[in-house]
């Protein structure tokens, strides 16, 4: 059952996408771009760990990001494995993509990058926030 | 005395088989295992990679990645595919990431 503040949280994701998908064509803000990105993909992670959560503990599951994983991808990708839920190859190859290049470290970067490199980034973004919404129908 | 970030990078059986399978096809594999969050990381440094995207690179590993056991895969979290002069240049980071871990929240 997905309850408020899954749907919240989904639409949170979505709305960090699309920004992200805005600033993508912007050739100097292709860093900001992909820090986006890495949100999404993190507020999906945990959407999909509350979804396995008991309705009366997602709040307090919450509360727990914060002081577990907070925005480690790594960490949020072990809790979901744990959770038991399947994760599909093509999702789990988007994730490691994901994991890989992005940490909140990167709101230190400064400079550009290359187009392809932020054009997969969210190809893989947009892999992970698809399962996730469908997992939600 | 050992680092933090030292006795953050483990090697274990299952490193073992990650860095047996790869280097079938690429020799320089390098993989650990996190236990502060109980992930494994992954490097493959090869010229081969040189002018190819990042998912061109992944087609390349993923096939050999795909023969192993489920659970390493779930465990699976980093996977940093790079020539050796982007190790020392464009990607000199994301190899600091590997080589002195910092991202774990504990």
Redesign the interface.
């Known amino acids: 059952m997905n309850d408020r503040l899954v749907l919240k949280l989904l639409r949170a994701a979505n709305q960090r996408l699309e920004a992200a998908q805005y600033l993508q064509g912007k050739e100097a803000f292709r860093i900001e771009s992909i820090y986006l990105g890495g949100y999404t993909v993190e507020i999906c992670l945990k959407a999909m760990i509350l979804v396995h959560t008991p309705l009366g503990g997602r709040r307090q599951r919450m509360q727990e990001f914060k002081r577990l994983e907070r925005h480690d991808l790594e960490m949020l990708q072990r809790s979901l494995v744990r959770t038991g839920r399947f994760i599909p190859p093509g999702v789990r190859r988007a994730l490691l993509r994901v994991s890989t290049v992005w940490g909140t470290e990167l709101r230190y970067e400064v400079g550009l990058m290359r187009r392809q490199d932020v054009d997969e980034f969210l190809d893989a973004v947009r892999d992970v926030r698809d399962w996730v919404r469908g997992a939600m129908r | 005395m050992k680092t933090i970030s030292e006795r953050d990078r483990k090697t274990n059986q299952r490193t073992e088989h990650i860095e047996e399978v790869l280097r079938a096809r690429f020799p320089n594999v390098k993989a650990y295992f996190?236990p502060s969050?109980?992930?494994i990381r992954v490097r493959v440094v090869d010229a081969a990679f040189a002018g190819k995207?990042?998912?061109e690179r992944?087609n390349m590993v993923?096939p050999l990645l795909?023969k192993m056991p489920r659970d390493i895969?779930?465990?699976?979290?980093?996977?940093?595919l790079v020539t050796p002069e982007e190790q020392k240049g464009a990607k000199a980071?994301?190899d600091a990431?590997f080589e002195d871990p910092?991202?774990?929240?504990l």
């Open positions: 996190r969050n109980s992930v995207t990042t998912a992944e993923f795909d895969l779930d465990d699976l979290t980093f996977l940093l980071l994301l990431e910092s991202r774990s929240s």
